[in-house]
């Protein structure tokens, strides 16, 4: 990696450690976990269920509102704040700028999640008292989470690339509902006919397919997840973040910074 | 050698609703600027200063023009490595420490390893700042900022300086410092570009001053020749408590401060004005031609155009703004 994409990583990664805000919501999230100990303790049988179900949903939940509320305020805010002055007028390109703000922000995304993370296997120990082979799988989980994690952190960067920061959370976070509802919406393709089914087949085919990097409600039964998965996933989110980056980075290259 | 050469830049935007409508904010400007000088960019504020510096530094694109700085490109990365820039205002992440900052500067302007933290260390030492090194930025004063900014511009030691507003909203000892970090920065041979609208700044400091106003350069000259230029008028100072009658015949403008009388009138007067004097057995202290300030170079450069009398310039007054001139009607410079 070029240095000065690591250097502004690494300056991105401290920015966010240092926030308030991101601890209150480690802090809440870890919370959900706990809660979800009570809560499996008088779902008789299930328990580990509902606390895989229960705490990997925090992870991912509070996951995308940090990705989304570090993401969008990654480019615009430094350019409202004229911080992105005084970086530009070094030897930095404007696509290492972004290239870096990306990796800052996955960095941190992949240390939340992974005391995140660390709460829900607290928890299951809890309910359960041990691990099981099965556990595994909620690993495989987690990494899915990441990845979710990836394409939402290009795309608020990529909104907020030309938009406001409010505006950019808006449209990130409308893709992530849209997204995770992306199997749906190919089912309702397939059904409706004409215009409106090629319609829906194109937007269900633009936007990130979240649904399938949900494997939650699986994991949480014990059900494995094939390597064939782990790689198509792999595969396809480091695909659509790379464009939803390179978008970023063709809209910023051409932008004023008035 | 030429340090910034610009040639015809030109910036419009568009604005309105359906950004239809185009704005323009600097006007075909044709500037050089000489490696080693101190050159002051004066205007008002919206006068199009801080759009010249953006060009330059790459933050906003030019519609037409382009200009090479230190024998470059203004889009070669390379110019970047040999530039320092402070913002008007700044503000920097105030998550970090000022010693934090500049070492984060100092990573992506390429300052070797090995020497980083000696070169941080001295540029805190340099602005001052050497005792709040450790503080985070947002605890602060607009000075202090305004320090860690200059620090920012200089700490690779590059060849040429701009900045926007050094002086703005600082404090009279603030200010003070500023001007001789700027002083150093000329005996270092640095060639430094500076936008304000402090004139008696711009008169210390600078070798040279470009006057622009909306969005139009008005006049480029050098500040000792702006400021020896004579005013067809003398300042005569003399002995006593009111003004005499003949003097006043004379269309002199006289003010008494004490037992001393301050008058100025048309240097035709001269004489017939020491006649007045000798007449009314007056003690004269002293009789000076009045020289243009900046400020009144300034002013008439703001004017529109159609009541400037002189702005075409004289045959051998001006050079560089009759250059200018010339540019600008397509004669070549």
Known sequence: ?258 | MVAIEILDLEKSYLVGFWRKRPKLALRSLRLTIEEGEVFGFLGPNGAGKTTTLKLLMGLVFPTAGSARILGMEMDDPRVKSQIGFLPEQPYFYDHLSARELLNYYAQLSGVPPKSRAARVEQMLERVGLRDAAGLQLRKFSKGMLQRVGLAQAILHDPKLVFLDEPMSGLDPMGRREVRDLIQQLRQEGKTVFFSTHILSDAEALCDRVGVIHQGELRGVGAVAELTSERQAKIEIIFCATKVPPGLISLGAEARVSGDMVNAVLPEEQQEAALEVLRHERLKLISLTPVRRSLEEYYIQKLRPAETQPDEIPKAGDRKEDARMEASRKGVGA
């Open chain 1, 1 to 258: 990696m070029n240095s000065r994409i690591g250097y502004i990583a690494f300056n991105t990664f401290r920015e966010a450690v240092r926030d308030r805000v991101l601890y209150n919501l480690i802090a809440f999230a870890l919370l959900l976990s706990g809660a979800a100990i009570l809560v499996g303790e008088i779902s008789i049988d299930i328990e580990r269920l509902v606390v895989v179900n229960l705490g990997l949903t925090a992870v991912s939940l509070f996951g995308v509102v940090i990705a989304i509320f570090i993401g969008i305020g990654l480019v615009s805010k430094e350019i409202d704040k004229r911080t992105l002055y005084t970086v530009l007028s070094r030897p930095v390109r404007r696509w290492e700028f972004v290239v870096g703000k990306f990796f800052g922000l996955t960095g941190t995304l992949v240390v939340n999640t992974f005391f995140m993370a660390v709460g829900v296997f607290l928890a299951l120990l809890y309910v359960a008292h041990k691990f099981e082979k099965m556990d595994v799988w909620v690993l495989a989980a987690l990494y899915f989470i990441v990845l979710q994690f990836l394409i939402v952190c290009a795309l608020a960067l990529f909104f907020s690339s030309f938009s406001t920061s409010l505006m950019a959370a808006v449209f990130t976070f409308a893709l992530f509902v849209i997204g995770s509802l992306s199997e749906d919406l190919r089912g309702f393709a397939r059904i409706t006919p004409g215009v409106g089914g090629w319609l829906a087949t194109a937007i269900a085919y633009l936007v990130p397919n979240f649904s399938a990097l949900n494997v939650i409600n699986q994991v949480a039964h014990g059900d494995p997840v094939p390597g064939r998965v782990i790689l198509y996933n792999t595969v396809y989110a480091l695909l659509y973040s790379a464009m939803a980056i390179s978008g970023a980075v063709l809209i910023f290259q051409r932008r004023n910074l008035k």
